[in-house]
């Protein structure tokens, strides 16, 4: 039977209107499949991956290590209870690098990871990348150390303020109320350890006026060769007269350890520091570091990522999320909650 023209150019229009509906149907799928920030719309009966940055301030410092822990233990339980999530992790090359650790972030909004889990190394440098990433739909939690900024979901940290007043007690009662002590601080710009520092201060100037707090402007900065250093100058400063010394963070406690073994001093001195290291134990038990304040790293870690996670999935999350400090004494190192925290299971993550 013979097509007339009319009819035949009918279903040639038809025919290449259906070809371009499909074509559009299928870029839209794509499209679809390709946007990052998208949790649970994966294949059906597979919810899709999340891939979550978790960028620290460095790598050396058993602090950060335990953090990375927790934040793997996160995702594999996550993982168990059907929420896929990839951890990378990733900080400065350089410990206490803020350069860097700007640079780090930005990439990972570059890359569109669906959220961060940030330690922000400069409460003020980081803000900037933070709210930027927060610009581009991608939201951030801040663990261990503040943020000048309001673009974080949620902040999961210890009460850093309130473990420098727990160092004041401690350092009054050993002194018997009266002496005079030196405080070497870390860095400026992070925002725990200056916390931990005005708690000290603070607290011994009301609670304490017997003990004086002779040096207070010192920092001993990002490693323990240059906290090492730095306290060397203060010992050699205030060689007579010191009764105490604190130190409020890992790096700054292990170079003041190393310096007054260095002198001959460790052991004549009240010392107490911050944070956890191998070092610590053996010293507290041979008298040389009368106490550490201890927060819960492994905690941060976990719980940031956790935090993230249920943001990512609607649901509502606590603006700020305490992880706690304790103060750990040579009388209480084998107190089974000393235990646990200064030794988290490290190994069992991080392979």
């Not at 990348?129 to 000048?148: C, H, M, R």
């Not at 979901?153 to 009662?173: I, K, T």
């Amino acid at each position: 039977m013979r097509t007339e023209p009319g009819s035949l150019l009918r279903l040639r229009l038809r025919f290449a209107a259906g070809i371009a509906a499909l074509a559009l149907i299928a870029a839209l799928a794509l499209v679809a499949g390709c946007r990052a920030g998208d949790p649970g719309k994966g294949k059906p009966g597979k919810p899709a991956s999340l891939t979550v940055a978790v960028v620290p301030q460095g790598s050396t410092m058993d602090f950060w290590k335990s953090i990375h822990a927790g934040a793997v233990k996160a995702s594999q339980d996550l993982a168990a209870a059907g929420t896929p999530v990839e951890v990378i992790w990733k900080g400065p090359m350089r410990e206490g690098d803020r350069e860097q650790q700007v640079q780090v972030v930005e990439g990972f909004v570059t890359r569109r990871v669906n959220g961060i889990v940030l330690a922000p190394f400069d409460r003020k440098a980081l803000a900037r990348p933070v709210e930027e990433a927060a610009g581009a739909g991608i939201p951030t939690v801040v663990i261990d150390s503040g943020l000048d900024s309001a673009a974080p979901v949620s902040v999961v940290a210890s009460n850093n303020y309130h473990g420098g007043e727990l160092v004041a007690d401690e350092m009054a009662r050993l002194l018997k109320e009266k002496g005079k002590v030196l405080m070497l601080r870390y860095q400026e710009g992070v925002a725990s350890t200056e916390a931990r520092e005005k708690g000290f201060e603070e607290r011994m100037r009301a609670a304490h006026p017997g003990v004086e707090i002779v040096s207070s402007n010192q920092h001993g900065g990002a490693t323990r060769d240059t906290a090492k250093t730095a306290a060397e100058n203060l010992l050699n400063r205030y060689a007579e007269g010191v009764d105490g010394i604190f130190t409020p963070n890992e790096s700054t406690t292990v170079g003041t350890l190393l310096a007054l073994e260095d002198a001959g001093r460790a052991g004549k001195l009240r010392f107490i520091g911050f944070d956890t290291s191998p070092d610590f134990v053996p010293a507290m038990r041979a008298g040389k570091l009368d106490g550490i304040v201890v927060q819960n790293p492994f905690a941060m870690g976990e719980l940031g990522v956790r935090t993230l996670v249920k943001h990512l999935r609607g649901e509502a999350v606590e603006k700020r999320i305490d992880t706690g400090v304790t103060l750990i004494t040579p009388a209480t190192l084998d107190d089974p909650a000393s235990r646990e925290l200064l030794s988290p299971p490290l190994d069992r993550y991080l392979k």
